[in-house]
């Protein structure tokens, strides 16, 4: 089980104890009553506005009494839509269910409000039906609505977070988040994984737009907006018939990685890991926040799902949490022991509910039965963690409340995309603006003019809207799936046209008629978590073009204003200085109409919404974020005579000679790769010292120290495979250069077949495989050689090391033995690397 430091502290000082005479243990005495109260100070009891009920507890201990243990450990089990059915639910009668990012009522992303309805009304009539399970607790539905109902064709998608935190206004967002509770309970869902409350301190992390702030007290206070938004206000509205159950998350340090890297590990000290990452769960426990979901990041090494200190003593003890702390997507898997099938670590730290997507829920709830009798597990725990569920769902009414389908605004299809609940997000959006350049008070635009509207964001919902939009990473969507929705250059034509203007749209910029002012919207494409990360924030790596229109449209004598679509801060000095205005929109999600408002003057000439936005992150200096160019609160309104970015920003790039070496394999597998075995269309990561998966074996060997090594075993039986894969794609464009090498230390074992393959993959349809039998069969048998191979080849090939997802695997379906102990990435080859 993880141990926290206090812990540690003491152990330490009970052996110091033990160890020194009677002085000593005066003084180690003190020292250990010292750090007990150090770390007693740093986390603060929460006065949640919800208290326990006596006769509440008296009914949850009666229950408890009547259950049996089958009956307890389902409702510690949270299963997704897309991997149980009707009758699963009828069977064993799961406390709660998840639609994940993508996942849609029978399979179908364009499934209707009342699609989701019956699927909601189906799952808890069999949740209460107990002629099969004795059980008649009633279900509940949660899901990602974390900038609106995201999932759901049609409702109004707000900003993303990092926009709101622009805003720095706590009662819109509270009126933000009742909205989106309004709409998730039109689909007749009880239950939201919102908010977010990360203070992101690296903006390479991919999540960086899920946090409204890297000041944690805009976090904190945007907690309890939100909280009390969802849930309603403790004491007047709570948990009536127009909110839901909130989720504060993931708990904790989850926006602090080192690197960035999603799911990585959170190196700081306690009281940096109150200070900077847990504000939003002082914010939002204080607003009575019922249930908290644990992170998939480690603190000092530790995974926090496995994390007993932080989970129970400190957030169930030392602040008072008491609901219910659930997981996230499987996370309970990535404790060091566990799998997605087995894993009572995480139960005995303090997770109440796993989250347990795909097949695995099945095995997952058998073994927590068994390890339950073994002893494994304490009766104990498992109590606790029913009781806190059914506290939280009593306090929901859930017993009391009718069914989905009956419940007063089940149903309401005219609440899903309303004009009332638009016109917040329109609101919303003018206030996420954050202006960085203005040159000759550009800004805001005659509405009379002519106006080209340029750039691949221009007339994009989907862009604009960003990941966690209808889909998981917000990827495949067009303007036809955004019902209602305005896209920006729609916004603009529609005020232009009225003051009797004109607006052209030319993605490419070309136009017959010179317009007088040119407005280019450009910016990321679509990510969610994982596949957001960067190792550079150099926003022109791969995206040369955005800037070579820029600088077109400059030549011509144009006036140019670039709005900049981003999940984060970028550098984009280039860009800057290519522009006359710059403003940053973020993600302003589905009303694009909003930054029309602010961008565009009334027909009259007056200015119709200043611009209020200020930046919540810093933006960086350069593409190694080591600097800041603009702080945390910068930005300008209009007439000001504050001109931020004024002068020519330095474009120069620093040299990458100091570029490392990215190690993949050294001993062992380094994260985040792992080592994958594939035979015919079965797949299975490596979790063992010996592994076999059809004609594939893997085992680990002693070369200089133990198992150091591993060595792949082919059948011959069957076309087989192993790769060194990651779960996200990773940008590796450091090694860009025609210097880099991928560089592997192998021993051939036995005789090279003609069918050897090299295999790297990209992301669908992305890669490059290249036949490699003849360089390996020149290699002599039985020794260690290095081979470099040229990274600028295989990306002529087809490998795009933007978005890296397997660096090295080799395929054969002959009979064939061979070992490795070394794989890199090096951004110098030592010789000249082998092009295949």
């Known amino acids: 089980m993880a141990q926290g430091p206090f812990p540690k502290k003491l152990l330490a000082a009970a052996i110091v104890l033990a160890l020194g005479g009677c002085a000593e243990s005066t003084q180690q005495t003190t020292t250990a009553a010292d750090a007990a109260a150090e770390v007693e100070a740093i986390w603060p009891k929460i006065d949640s506005p919800v208290v326990l009920d006596q006769a509440t507890e008296q009914r949850i201990t009666e229950m408890l009494a009547q259950?049996?243990?089958?009956?307890?450990?389902?409702?510690?089990?949270?299963?997704?839509?897309?991997?149980?059915?009707?009758?699963?639910?009828?069977?064993?009668?799961?406390g709660s269910y998840l639609n994940g990012g993508g996942a849609f009522p029978n399979n179908d992303k364009y499934a209707t409000p009342q699609d989701w309805i019956d699927l909601a009304e189906a799952m808890y009539q069999a949740s209460v039906d107990d002629s099969l399970d004795g059980s008649a607790i009633p279900t509940m539905w949660g899901t990602d609505a974390v900038h609106g109902h995201n999932n759901v064709i049609g409702a109004t998608i707000f900003p993303h977070n990092i926009g709101l935190g622009a805003?720095?206004?706590p009662e819109l967002i509270e009126q933000i988040a009742h909205v989106t509770a309004r709409e998730v309970m039109a689909t007749g869902i009880d239950w939201v994984f919102a908010p977010t409350v990360a203070a992101a301190q690296d903006l390479r992390w991919g999540r960086t737009y899920e946090s409204y702030s890297e000041d944690p007290s805009i976090v904190r206070d945007y907690a309890a907006a939100i909280v009390t938004g969802l849930q309603g206000k403790v004491g007047e509205n709570f948990l009536d018939d127009q909110h839901v159950i909130s989720t504060v998350k993931h708990f904790v340090g989850d926006g602090g990685t080192t690197a960035g890297i999603d799911q990585g590990n959170t190196e700081v000290d306690e009281q940096t890991l109150f200070d900077v990452h847990a504000q939003g769960y002082v914010g939002g426990l204080n607003a009575g926040a019922q249930t908290v979901m644990a992170s998939f990041n480690s603190w000092n090494g530790d995974k926090l799902h496995g994390h007993d200190y932080l989970l129970t003593d400190v957030l169930k003890g030392k602040m008072g949490f008491d609901g219910f702390v659930v997981g996230d997507w499987n996370g309970h898997g990535q404790i060091p022991g566990c799998s997605n099938y087995d894993c009572p670590q995480a139960a005995n730290a303090g997770l109440d509910v796993y989250m347990v997507p795909t097949d695995a829920w099945k095995p997952l709830y058998e073994n927590l039965i068994q390890q339950v009798k073994d002893g494994v597990i304490a009766q104990s725990r498992v109590d606790d963690a029913v009781r806190r569920i059914l506290r939280v769902k009593m306090r929901a009414g859930l017993f009391n409340k009718p069914s989905p389908a009956e419940r007063p605004l089940a149903g309401r299809m005219d609440l899903i995309g309303a004009d009332d609940h638009r016109a917040v997000a329109r609101e919303?959006?003018?206030?996420?603006?954050?202006?960085?350049?203005?040159?000759?008070?550009?800004?805001?635009?005659?509405?009379?003019?002519?106006?080209?509207?340029?750039?691949?964001?221009?007339?994009?919902?989907?862009?604009?809207?960003?990941?966690?939009?209808?889909?998981?990473?917000?990827?495949?969507?067009?303007?036809?799936?955004?019902?209602?929705?305005?896209?920006?250059?729609?916004?603009?034509?529609?005020?232009?046209?009225?003051?009797?203007?004109?607006?052209?749209?030319?993605?490419?910029?070309?136009?017959?008629?010179?317009p007088d002012v040119a407005v280019v919207v450009f910016g990321e494409q679509p990510y969610a978590e994982g596949n957001g990360d960067l190792d550079n924030l150099d926003y022109q790596r791969g995206n040369a073009t955005d800037l070579a229109l820029l600088k077109k449209l400059k030549e011509q004598g144009i006036p140019v204003v670039t709005l900049f679509i981003s999940g984060r801060p970028l550098w984009t000095n280039p860009e800057f200085n290519a522009s006359d205005a710059f403003m940053a929109v973020w993600l302003p999600g589905s009303e694009g109409q909003g930054v029309a408002d602010v961008l565009l003057r009334n027909a009259d000439g007056s200015i119709q919404y200043d611009v209020t936005g200020r930046l919540p992150f810093a933006w960086p200096a350069d593409p190694d974020a080591s600097a800041a160019l603009l702080e945390v609160g910068a930005g300008l309104s209009y007439g000001s005579s504050e001109a931020i970015l004024a002068d020519q920003l330095n474009e120069e790039l620093s040299e990458s000679g100091d570029i490392d070496p990215l190690v993949v394999f050294e001993r062992a597998v380094k994260s985040p790769w792992l080592l994958e075995l594939r035979s015919g269309a079965q797949r299975a990561a490596v979790e063992s010292s010996i592994q076999e998966l059809g004609a594939v074996r893997s085992e680990t060997f002693d070369d200089e120290v133990q198992e150091d090594a591993r060595q792949f075993n082919f059948s011959g039986e069957s076309l087989a495979a192993f790769n060194l894969v990651t779960p996200f794609p990773r940008d590796l464009r450091a090694y860009a250069s025609a210097e880099s090498a991928l560089s592997v230390t192998l021993r051939i074992d036995s005789a090279v077949p003609n069918d050897v393959m090299l295999n790297l993959y990209c992301g669908e349809q992305c890669g490059a495989s290249a036949a490699m039998s003849a360089q390996l069969q020149g290699l002599p048998q039985g020794e260690w050689q290095t081979l470099e191979l040229s990274l600028e080849c295989l990306q002529e090939q087809g490998f795009d090391l933007a978005k890296a997802s397997g660096i090295f695997g080799l395929s054969t379906a002959s009979e064939w033995s061979v070992s490795f102990n070394d794989i890199r990435l090096v951004p110098t080859s030592e010789n000249e690397a082998l092009c295949l």
């Open 428 to 514: 919303a959006v003018r206030q996420s603006l954050v202006l960085l350049k203005n040159e000759g008070q550009l800004l805001p635009l005659d509405p009379s003019q002519r106006i080209l509207v340029a750039g691949s964001g221009a007339d994009n919902i989907g862009q604009q809207s960003g990941g966690w939009t209808i889909s998981w990473q917000g990827t495949g969507n067009t303007n036809e799936d955004f019902p209602g929705g305005t896209s920006i250059y729609q916004g603009i034509a529609e005020q232009v046209a009225a003051a009797g203007g004109e607006a052209i749209l030319s993605e490419n910029g070309d136009f017959t008629e010179q």
């Open 167 to 169: 805003a720095n206004n």
């Open 67 to 94: 259950m049996t243990l089958e009956q307890k450990i389902a409702q510690m089990i949270q299963p997704e839509i897309r991997d149980i059915t009707v009758e699963d639910m009828r069977r064993y009668g799961f």
